[in-house]
C-alpha cells in the first residue's frame, strides 16, 4: 500500500523524532514486507501478513537454518539482558524492539530488578501499536515509542527519553539485530556513538549484526533479495566493521562472537550456521584503561 498524501506528510513530520502520539505515527503498511514482521515469523510467530511470509520464505529458501539463527539472536537479547541486570543494570532502551514476544526484555530485566525500566523504540509503527497494547495497564517503568535510529541525535535527546531515562545513571542500549538495517550513508556508527557519549560510565551497549564474513556469497545475494523490497534493506558487514561499533567500549566476555555463543553455556551448535551472525556487549568504560579492565 503506498502512503497516502496525508501518511507522507506525517512521515515526515515525524521523521527522527520519537513519539507517543499514535496520531504522528505514519500508517500500517501491511502490503511492504516488514523486517519486524519477517522476523516474527521466523520466530513462529502470528504477527505477518503475506507480503511478509513471501520475502520470509524467500530469505529462508538458502538459509534451512535461518529460524534456528533467529532463535540464537532472541536468546542473546535475553541472555545478555540477563547478564546486565546481574550487574545492576536497572534501565533499558531497546532499539529496533520488534513484534512482541517472550521471553522479552521487560521480563528478563524485571525477573531480577522488580523496578528495572524498559522504553521500546521502533521506526515500525506496527511494532509500536503492538507493544503498546501488550503493556496497557502496566505501571508507567515501562513504555513504546515510535522513534528512527537512523536519527540518534533527535531520538538520544528527545523529551520522551530523558522522561523515562536517567542518563546521569548507567543505561543499557540494545541494538540487536537492528544496525544491519542501516545503510552506510544512514551511519550506523553515528548512530551508537550517540548513545556511547550521551550514558554515564558503566552503561553497556548491546549489538547483534549479520555478517559477511563467513556467510557465503549465493545467501547474501538471497537475503539481500529478499529484503529489497521490503521496508529497509538487509546491510551485511564485515566483522571488523561490526568491531567498530563498539569504539570506546570495553567487551565483556566472551567478546563479539557467533549469536548462537555468547555466553551459551553448555549449548553448541553442531554445524555453522549459512548465515553468520555477530553479537557482542560492550561496556563503558569507569576508570582509565590502566585502572580496571571489562565487567566480568
Ligand atoms: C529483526 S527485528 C529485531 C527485534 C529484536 N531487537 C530482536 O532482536 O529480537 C529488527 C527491528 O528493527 C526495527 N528497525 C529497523 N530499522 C529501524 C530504524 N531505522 N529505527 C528503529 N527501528 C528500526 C524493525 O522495525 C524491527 O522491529
Redesign the pocket.
Known amino acids: 500500500m503506498a502512503l497516502t498524501g496525508n501518511a507522507k506528510r506525517r512521515v515526515m513530520r515525524v521523521e527522527g523524532r520519537l513519539s507517543e502520539d499514535p496520531e504522528s505515527q505514519p500508517d500500517i503498511d501491511i502490503n511492504t514486507p516488514?523486517?519486524?514482521r519477517?522476523?516474527?515469523f521466523?520466530?513462529g510467530g502470528t504477527h505477518n501478513y503475506p507480503a511478509d511470509r513471501a520475502a520470509a520464505k524467500r530469505a529462508l529458501s538458502k538459509v534451512p537454518d535461518g529460524r534456528e539463527v533467529?532463535r540464537a539472536?532472541?536468546r542473546?537479547?535475553v541472555s545478555s539482558v540477563d547478564y546486565l541486570a546481574r550487574n545492576g543494570i536497572d534501565q533499558y532502551i531497546?532499539?529496533?524492539?520488534?513484534?512482541p514476544?517472550s521471553p522479552?526484555v521487560r521480563e528478563m530485566a524485571r525477573s531480577i530488578i522488580p523496578h528495572a525500566r524498559i522504553t521500546y523504540?521502533?521506526?515500525?509503527p506496527?511494532?509500536v501499536a503492538q507493544n503498546r497494547e501488550l503493556l496497557a495497564g502496566l505501571d508507567d517503568g515501562v513504555k513504546a515509542i515510535y522513534?528512527?535510529?537512523?536519527?540518534p541525535l533527535n531520538?538520544a535527546y528527545d523529551p520522551a527519553l530523558r522522561d523515562a531515562i536517567d542518563f546521569s545513571r548507567p543505561v543499557a542500549v540494545?541494538?540487536?539485530?537492528?544496525l544491519h538495517?542501516?545503510t552506510n550513508g544512514?551511519d550506523p556508527y553515528n548512530?551508537v556513538s550517540v548513545f556511547t557519549h550521551r550514558m554515564a560510565p558503566g552503561s553497556h551497549v548491546a549489538i547483534?549484526h549479520i555478517t559477511s564474513d563467513g556467510t557465503i556469497p549465493g545467501v547474501i545475494s538471497t537475503i539481500r533479495q529478499a529484503y529489497a523490497h521490503a521496508?529497509?534493506p538487509a546491510v551485511f558487514r564485515l566483522r571488523k566493521e561490526i568491531e567498530v561499533l563498539f569504539n570506546g567500549l570495553d567487551l565483556v566476555r566472551p567478546g563479539l562472537v557467533e549469536v548462537s555463543e555468547w555466553r551459551a553455556g553448555n549449548r553448541t551448535q553442531e554445524n555453522s550456521p549459512a548465515l553468520r551472525f555477530l553479537a557482542g556487549v560492550g561496556r563503558k568504560r569507569i576508570n582509565k584503561p590502566s585502572e580496571g579492565g571489562p565487567a566480568e
Open positions: 516488514s523486517p519486524a519477517m522476523y516474527d521466523y520466530l533467529a539472536n532472541r542473546f537479547l531497546d532499539i529496533g524492539a520488534g513484534i514476544t522479552n523504540v521502533d521506526n515500525d506496527d511494532v522513534g528512527d535510529i537512523r536519527y531520538m540494545l541494538f540487536v539485530a537492528v538495517f542501516l544512514d548512530s547483534s521496508s529497509a
